[in-house]
T-cell receptor, first 113, second 111 residues
Framework: NAGVTQTPKFQVLKTGQSMTLQCAQDMNHEYMSWYRQDPGMGLRLIHYSVGAGITDQGEVPNGYNVSRSTTEDFPLRLLSAAPSQTSVYFC????????????FGPGTRLLVL | EDQVTQSPEALRLQEGESSSLNCSYT??????LFWYRQDPGKGPEFLFT???AGEEKEKERLKATLTKKESFLHITAPKPEDSATYLCAGLRASNTGKLIFGQGTTLQVKP
């Protein structure tokens, strides 16, 4: 099992550009989520999904869009990048029942100029 | 409001010097308390889940404990390779339970 994978590892954008951060998992987990991690702020939830076709907002959703067409994939779209979106982004997945342990991907480091 | 607070923010230990990290929580109907380890430039790596007060779990030099208000991560005789940021998170009791993270404790173990 590859677990949770994310691409790209690092990206530089100019203000106003759009891009998609990719996330995939091969553990058949229903729940997937996106976090951003900033110094002194901890991990903050952006969007999450409890299954294909179902998404909802987390703590800091503004400026981000998500969709979930398959169980495996959960891409995060930046519609018009802003310097405030400079951060490290983590995707995570877990089962909806049982142990409910959440597993994280390796992260995408994003710099918006 | 749900909140998880970790202390201290940073901790420096000499190799072999045991200590504890604290995680205080106020999470609605806590369904589980999770500990993660995060190395620089990497994603959080799962360590433990605790479900009820009084529960303890161990892994090598680490032992996690849980009370009704806080959790502790005890590190016994740490080694330099234990240096990392340790994250604590509470899982809310709801149909779409969300993890509420603390800000982490950065541990440095000097040889």
């Amino acid at each position: 099992n590859a677990g949770v994978t994310q691409t790209p590892k690092f990206q530089v954008l100019k203000t106003g550009q759009s891009m998609t951060l990719q996330c995939a998992q091969d553990m058949n987990h229903e729940y997937m989520s996106w976090y951003r991690q900033d110094p002194g702020m901890g991990l903050r939830l952006i969007h999450y999904s409890v299954g294909a076709g179902i998404t909802d907002q987390g703590e800091v959703p503004n400026g981000y869009n998500v969709s979930r067409s398959t169980t495996e994939d959960f891409p995060l779209r930046l519609l018009s990048a802003a310097p405030s979106q400079t951060s490290v982004y983590f995707c995570a997945s877990r089962p909806l029942s049982g142990q409910e342990t959440q597993y994280f991907g390796p992260g995408t480091r994003l710099l918006v100029l | 409001e749900d909140q998880v607070t970790q202390s201290p923010e940073a901790l420096r230990l000499q190799e072999g010097e045991s200590s504890s990290l604290n995680c205080s929580y106020t999470v609605s109907g806590l369904r589980g308390l999770f500990w993660y380890r995060q190395d620089p430039g990497k994603g959080p790596e799962f360590l433990f889940t605790l479900y009820s007060a009084g529960e303890e779990k161990e892994k090598e030099r680490l032992k996690a404990t849980l009370t009704k208000k806080e959790s502790f991560l005890h590190i016994t005789a740490p080694k330099p390779e234990d240096s990392a940021t340790y994250l604590c998170a509470g899982l809310r009791a709801s149909n779409t339970g969300k993890l509420i993270f603390g800000q982490g404790t950065t541990l440095q173990v000097k040889p």
